[in-house]
């Protein structure tokens, strides 16, 4: 009996380790030199990828809409302002998606013209167009922190920064 367990937990653990080694399937695979799998993934689904993107909104207690609407029922929040940040968190995940295609574009491009061999003109234009996208996604995640903290009363604000805190 020992001598058949012993080969089905080293095959266990094996089968386990090479489990666990697996690319994430529902990654796409980045075509793009300068992006990662998931930043490519993340960028073309309009998901969350730039941390420091909300931070002066935050620190100035402009919350993210998605997660006031994580801790709805513990902020109270009621159908209207549900319904409001609802809307602001949609339009925000479409702005996402929207820049973070042209991104992608944008980064295929400037590959293309770098292994190609290009002019300076090529180049400014299309590294300018890159902040130009960057920017606008800044000011989508902004200007829904702003329409997020209008929508909420400051003590719900206050609640949600210790909730958030804490998770």
């Known amino acids: 009996m020992l ?4 080969p089905l937990i080293i095959t266990l653990m094996l089968s386990i380790a ?3 080694q697996q690319a ?3 990654l796409k695979k980045s075509p793009i030199k300068t992006l990662s799998d998931k930043q490519f993934t993340l960028l073309i689904t309009g998901e969350y990828l730039f941390d420091d993107m909300e931070q002066v909104a935050r620190l100035n207690h402009y919350p993210m809409p998605d997660a006031a609407l994580k801790f709805k029922k513990e902020l109270s929040l009621s159908p209207m302002q549900v319904t409001k940040i609802t809307a602001i968190a949609t339009e925000l995940h479409r702005k996402r998606m929207e820049m973070g295609n042209f991104i992608v574009t944008n980064e295929t491009t400037l590959d293309k013209l770098m292994k190609k061999g290009t002019d300076n003109g090529s180049i400014i234009f299309y590294s300018n167009r ?3 996208y960057y920017g606008e996604l800044r000011n989508a995640i902004l200007q829904a922190c702003l329409g997020t ?3 909420l009363a400051p003590q719900q604000i206050t609640k949600l920064e210790t909730l958030a805190a804490h998770n």
């Open 130 to 132: 890159s902040g130009l």
């Open 3 to 6: 001598k058949t367990i012993f």
């Open 149 to 151: 903290g209008n929508a």
């Open 18 to 20: 090479a489990k666990a």
């Open 24 to 26: 994430d399937s529902t």
